[in-house]
């Protein structure tokens, strides 16, 4: 068996940040699952529908690997990034920096993860590896998937090899802290306004607060895109609360790395977007309820009722974020609290 010593997996919701904890506390970077979210500039939304889709997708975050690259930005980190086409090369670039002491991150297909309950194909997902043998991988996962966790190499390498939607080629990357570390704190501001000027200026109808405002309209007929109302509106319900989004579509997330940024800068519009986003994330909640309420009972009223608390979430997170794009106007030498 060859491990990486003192890992570090803790309770975490979201596959990307719990991946990158594991990665920077390795080198006695302790951030919160939050700020790792809103560092990476992490919040956004798509609304995904296309003619080879059996159903609309809701998502609420950049695409995958975005965050680790805003993340890797904002905080000075060299981050390596290794992709092949052969299976040979890619277990290479894993085991190398394991035999050198430090876990490394894998984007890939969970379903081909033994531990993973749920048997849905997603090329999205992001593990950290500290160690095999030879049977098993040894990962950290979320907590939602068990935490530390170990899966087959058959199946490791199916996962790392799959193709499709999100997928990457047997990606792997690891991090590298400089000497000097830029403070987190000085880096809070500009990945907030990063994220809010995006949100507010998507280039597509179906991103951000025009693609909130789109789903408004378009979720009141998902009962005519369905042969099977219970299966589809439930599992698209599902997505938003339990896919490791930490619930309410990473507005739980946003929120909480929001109330925590509240503590070191004083901004009123930094409170006024940590309002809403609290507001925000309930009625996200209660929008998947009415979802998988229409699911189970076929009542097409739940889904005029979450297209109208779509509309005011658009209104309230359009408010939101135009607030928090203040930020670097509005922000001056004093407002940043000293430890």
């Known amino acids: 068996m060859t491990t990486v010593r003192?890992?570090?997996?803790?309770?975490?919701?979201?596959?990307?940040?719990?991946?990158?904890?594991?990665?920077?506390?390795?080198?006695?970077?302790?951030?919160?699952?939050?700020?790792?979210?809103?560092?990476?500039?992490?919040?956004?939304?798509?609304y995904w529908d296309s003619?080879?889709?059996?159903?609309?997708?809701?998502?609420?975050?950049?695409?995958?690997?975005?965050?680790?690259?805003?993340?890797?930005?904002?905080?000075?980190?060299?981050?390596?990034?290794?992709?092949?086409?052969?299976p040979r090369r890619a277990w290479e670039n894993v085991v190398a920096p394991i035999h050198s002491g430090h876990p490394v991150g894998l984007q890939l297909d969970s379903y081909y993860l033994d531990y993973f309950g749920t048997k849905v194909h997603f090329g999205g997902h992001v593990v950290a590896m500290y160690g095999y043998d030879d049977h098993?991988?040894?990962?950290?996962?979320?907590?939602?998937?068990?935490?530390?966790?170990?899966?087959?190499?058959?199946?490791?390498?199916?996962?790392?090899?799959a193709r499709g939607p999100m997928a990457a080629r047997h990606r792997s990357f690891t991090l590298t802290a400089p000497r000097n570390l830029p403070s987190p704190q000085d880096q809070i501001i500009p990945a907030i306004t990063a994220c809010a000027?995006?949100?507010?200026?998507?280039?597509?109808?179906?991103l951000g607060h025009r693609g909130v405002e789109k789903a408004g309209k378009l979720v009141r007929t998902w009962?005519?895109?369905?042969?099977?109302?219970?299966?589809?509106?439930?599992?698209?319900?599902l997505l938003m609360e339990k896919a490791g989004t930490g619930g309410a579509l990473f507005r739980n997330l946003y929120r909480d790395f929001l109330a925590?940024?509240?503590?070191?800068?004083?901004?009123?519009?930094?409170r006024t977007g940590h309002r809403l986003?609290?507001?925000?994330?309930?009625l996200w909640t209660e929008v998947a309820a009415l979802i998988t309420e229409a699911?189970?009972?076929?009542?097409?009223?739940?889904?005029?009722?979450a297209g109208t608390l779509l509309r005011d979430v658009a209104r309230m997170e359009r408010e939101a974020m135009r607030a928090l794009s203040c930020l670097g106007r509005a922000a001056g030498p004093g407002a940043i609290r000293q430890p």
């Open 6 to 46: 003192d890992i570090d997996p803790r309770g975490t919701q979201h596959c990307e940040t719990s991946t990158l904890g594991v990665l920077l506390r390795h080198q006695g970077i302790d951030l919160s699952e939050p700020m790792l979210f809103g560092l990476g500039s992490g919040l956004s939304f798509i």
């Open 51 to 86: 003619k080879n889709m059996d159903f609309p997708f809701l998502g609420g975050r950049v695409k995958p690997f975005e965050l680790t690259r805003n993340l890797a930005a904002a905080l000075g980190l060299e981050l390596l990034v290794q992709e092949t086409a052969s």
């Open 136 to 161: 098993d991988a040894y990962l950290v996962d979320t907590d939602q998937q068990g935490g530390r966790v170990s899966t087959s190499l058959a199946g490791l390498a199916q996962a790392r090899a």
């Open 197 to 206: 000027d995006a949100f507010l200026n998507p280039p597509i109808a179906n």
């Open 223 to 237: 009962l005519q895109r369905t042969d099977d109302p219970q299966r589809d509106l439930s599992q698209a319900a």
């Open 260 to 270: 925590e940024c509240t503590q070191q800068i004083d901004s009123s519009h930094l």
């Open 277 to 282: 986003y609290a507001e925000s994330a309930i």
């Open 295 to 305: 699911g189970e009972s076929g009542r097409a009223q739940c889904l005029v009722q």
